[in-house]
């Protein structure tokens, strides 16, 4: 008898179990213990697989997905391609709503696994015909035997991270650690893990990372929604123009607000003092540390774990183009300077 091939059955049985990998170079002046949970090991290369898998076998559990079905969704990238490379294992198909915001990068990979893509302006009210919150359920209506994913208002989003995220941090930290600090945008990845690691040490301090131009840190300490805020910004997947019940306020200590300029050398700064090659919102999380740590909110037995989202490919065009960082002005700043690598032998 011939020995069985150890071979995975397919490419879903690699999502989760994501690696925790110690910062040494980038945290060397911070005081404490970092480590980041490098979310681009999923198949998928984002934390987005986790839900995508999550919430589409839950439908097929319950008979809501069939055979012939559509899936439906919207998504600033990650989502939107999580949920094509799931469809395409089970055999869906896959419409996406993308906001106009997301990178060039990220709106290629959709096509290219076989999703149809409708690019929708990203500044404009959710309640905009125009939205792709509106639009994706225009095509939900207009779709027969569709399915609406919603992650931005469905619980499984939290619960997803609540079975997986949450209890793969406490084990791989063995108890120890004492904060997290996740970046928010539909509020399941820091709502769901925090609510499992909460449940273990309620004294974990759990810090949700905002972007200027979104609602959400002043909702968290208000209650209310101040349209006044909301204004362009370029992080994708960071913060909201609206509040998704897909977070859970109660689970997160507070939020802090980081920019656009300083997210996106951090996120460089990342690549080149850890090798990590991650996505804008890794960069941003990483500047909410730099700040969390001026303030005075970690000290030398702190254990902090932040989580990187995503890959940096999905940012070619975007934070890893010289050009497009020189376009947004960011170069102008301190942090760094445009520099010539690449020379051309003639």
Known sequence: M??????????????????????????ENLSGNFYAKVEAFNPGHSSKDRIAAYIIEEAERKGILTEGSTIIETTSGNTGFSIAMVSIIKGYD??????????????????SMGAKVYICPAHVSADDPRSYYQVAKRLHEETKGSIYINQYFNDLNIEAHYKTTGPEIWKQTRGKITHLIACSGT??????????LKEQNPD???IGVD???????????????DTNEIYPYRIEGLGKNLIPTA????????????TDEESAHTAREIARSEGMFVGYTSGA???AVKQLDEEGTFNEDSNVVV??????????????SDQWMNDQGFFDSKSEEAVQRVEFIK
Not at 9 to 27: D, H, S, V, Y
Not at 94 to 111: E, G, N, P, T
Not at 187 to 196: A, E, P, Q, V, W
């Open 187 to 196: 509020g399941g990845t820091i709502s769901g893990t925090s609510r499992y």
């Open 204 to 206: 974990i301090q759990v």
């Open 94 to 111: 896959c419409i996406l709503a993308v906001s106009s915001k997301s990178s060039q990068d990220k709106i290629d990979m959709l096509r």
């Open 307 to 320: 989580i990187f989202p995503d890959h940096g490919s999905r940012y070619m065009s975007k934070v890893y």
């Open 211 to 225: 972007a200027y131009g979104s609602v959400l840190k002043k909702y968290h300490e208000t209650q209310e929604l």
């Open 285 to 287: 999380v990483m500047q």
């Open 2 to 27: 011939e020995d069985k091939i150890d071979a995975y059955t397919n490419i879903l049985e690699l999502i989760g179990n994501t690696p925790l990998i110690k910062l040494n170079r980038i945290a």
């Open 247 to 258: 977070t859970d306020f109660n689970c997160i200590d507070e939020f802090i607000k980081v």
